[in-house]
């Protein structure tokens, strides 16, 4: 698209010194993320998936040097139509926005959804996961993108979990982070908030626990997930409805946390849908 | 344990340029791991699971500085009983070593497992994962754990795929590294040797597919699972002997690599057990 197609004006970024450079590189840190309340997503296809779930990116930042793509195309003039800001800057600024060596050609800054409780409609599907002090985002993201395999309302972390708006999380998600919805709270806010409503709570856990397969899973399904390390504390599966266990056939008697929650929602997929 | 109570001697590094700092330190490197047929794995739990499966790092690198342990004393005692060599560094020293800022105290060095398919034994489980050109460490870990859980014969890396060696996949595994067979090879020398022998081999495909859910699955099932971003060649697919699906209710098509994986890997443990 040519200069004289566009109805918008392209900001140019071409100095690393650019007080917008050091803003869009701070949002890769939790506490600059939190100040502001935005994020970053980066990729085409990504920010696609955005779009189509009706979420755009406040600012677009693109590389001057990129190939041509309709898709880009109209992201740009759904950005700018929307009265977003569209910047055109060079591959190594983006390098230095985004920490990595090989950036995509596009990056998308968002304001972070609401989290609170208040804001989940628990009706939106029959399957949740909830994760308590989930400490990797990768784990988080993949979590993320399994709710969105399982059709789930969407994912609640509880305690002091990874951020669902870094970098790392956002790209594990696989655009996930865009379609499910997400809830932060600590364990004595999420207990009241859970019982308020309809509800089932349900742990992987190896105490007074029935066989995963085939359990009397409910919908809504609330599938809580422990600590990478620690797993559940144990007055935390006293609250569960259900208490299941997975066969471990080996030496370690726990899985990734990730790995647990998606066979798990995958068993409670199979007996609900 | 004093000194006096030791009949083997601890060899002291305290200078940073020390040669073995930096031979140990390579071995983070896939280069490095590969010339010298050698790996790294950290922390007393990592290393105690290895030692109850039989295997013992042929050095152990301790901190003077720790908490004593029983079981690090036996560690110890077993490593030097069989020839081994143990090295006391400083904090600073390890974490130039493992490369990260909070170390554990103790870490081993392993001679590599035999990776030919020749040396892999079938027989060892009903359940065995394959996967082809599978690029993160942390998923390679995953799969090695899951492959534990499900009590898996073990994992095969089909083409280009992450180190199972290296200190992230080894870390992720939670130990399965130790207890699982690793077989290496190409698609084009693993086809033969899986039909050299009874095996089944089924892939998640969208292709043609049955229900994933009670599919005739039968031992020893192996399990195809493909590239984190492209999934399995076309041709991969075809040679499978059976091709099932799993629900996708969401915007994406696929799963993460490792959840997918364990996700089948559990309803082909329910089908065979």
Same mark, same amino acid.
């Not at 993108?145 to 002091?160: E, H, K, Q, Y």
């Given at each position: 698209?040519?200069?004289?197609?566009?109805?918008?004006?392209?900001?140019? &970024?071409?100095?690393?010194?650019?007080?917008?450079?050091?803003?869009?590189?701070?949002?890769?840190?939790?506490?600059?993320?939190?100040?502001?309340?935005?994020?970053?997503?980066?990729?085409?296809?990504?920010?696609?998936?955005?779009?189509?779930?009706?979420?755009?990116?406040? #600012?677009?930042?693109?590389?001057?040097?990129?190939?041509?793509?309709?898709?880009?195309?109209?992201?740009?003039?759904?950005?700018?139509?929307?009265?977003?800001?569209?910047?055109?800057?060079? %591959?190594? &600024?983006?390098?230095?926005?985004?920490?990595?060596?090989? %950036?995509?050609?596009?990056?998308?800054?968002?304001?972070?959804?609401? #989290?609170?409780?208040?804001?989940?409609?628990?009706?939106?599907?029959?399957?949740?996961?909830?994760?308590?002090?989930?400490?990797?985002?990768?784990?988080?993201?993949?979590?993320?993108?399994?709710?969105?395999?399982?059709?789930?309302?969407?994912?609640?972390? &509880?305690?002091?979990?990874?951020? %669902?708006?870094?970098?790392?999380?956002?790209?594990?998600?696989?655009?996930?982070?865009?379609?499910?919805?997400?809830?932060?709270? #600590?364990?004595?806010?999420?207990? %009241?908030?859970?019982?308020?409503?309809?509800?089932?709570?349900?742990?992987?856990?190896?105490?007074?626990?029935?066989?995963?397969?085939?359990?009397?899973?409910?919908?809504?399904?609330?599938?809580?997930?422990?600590?990478?390390?620690?797993?559940?504390?144990?007055?935390?599966?006293?609250?569960?409805?259900?208490?299941?266990?997975?066969?471990?056939?080996?030496?370690?008697?726990?899985?990734?946390?990730?790995?647990?929650?998606?066979?798990?929602?995958?068993?409670?997929?199979?007996?609900?849908?």
């Amino acid at each position: 698209m040519s200069q004289n197609d566009r109805a918008w004006e392209r900001r140019e &970024i071409t100095g690393f010194s650019n007080p917008t450079v050091k803003y869009l590189r701070n949002l890769r840190e939790k506490k600059h993320r939190k100040r502001e309340g935005k994020f970053l997503a980066e990729g085409l296809r990504l920010l696609t998936d955005a779009r189509e779930c009706g979420k755009l990116p406040e #600012t677009l930042v693109m590389t001057g040097k990129r190939d041509a793509h309709p898709l880009l195309d109209e992201l740009e003039a759904a950005v700018a139509d929307a009265g977003g800001e569209i910047i055109e800057t060079t %591959p190594n &600024i983006l390098t230095k926005i985004t920490g990595k060596d090989n %950036p995509q050609a596009v990056v998308g800054v968002f304001a972070e959804f609401d #989290t609170s409780l208040v804001s989940l409609d628990r009706s939106q599907g029959p399957i949740w996961m909830v994760a308590q002090a989930l400490r990797d985002p990768g784990n988080l993201g993949t979590m993320l993108r399994t709710c969105d395999a399982v059709g789930a309302g969407g994912l609640i972390l &509880i305690d002091d979990c990874a951020d %669902p708006f870094s970098m790392e999380a956002v790209r594990a998600s696989m655009g996930a982070v865009f379609t499910q919805q997400i809830g932060r709270s #600590t364990w004595d806010e999420f207990l %009241p908030w859970l019982r308020s409503g309809s509800g089932q709570l349900v742990a992987a856990s190896l105490r007074d626990a029935v066989d995963y397969r085939g359990a009397p899973y409910s919908a809504p399904c609330f599938i809580l997930v422990g600590n990478e390390s620690r797993g559940l504390p144990e007055a935390y599966e006293d609250e569960c409805d259900l208490r299941v266990t997975m066969p471990m056939k080996g030496r370690a008697d726990s899985l990734n946390a990730a790995v647990a929650g998606a066979v798990l929602a995958y068993e409670v997929l199979a007996k609900l849908d």
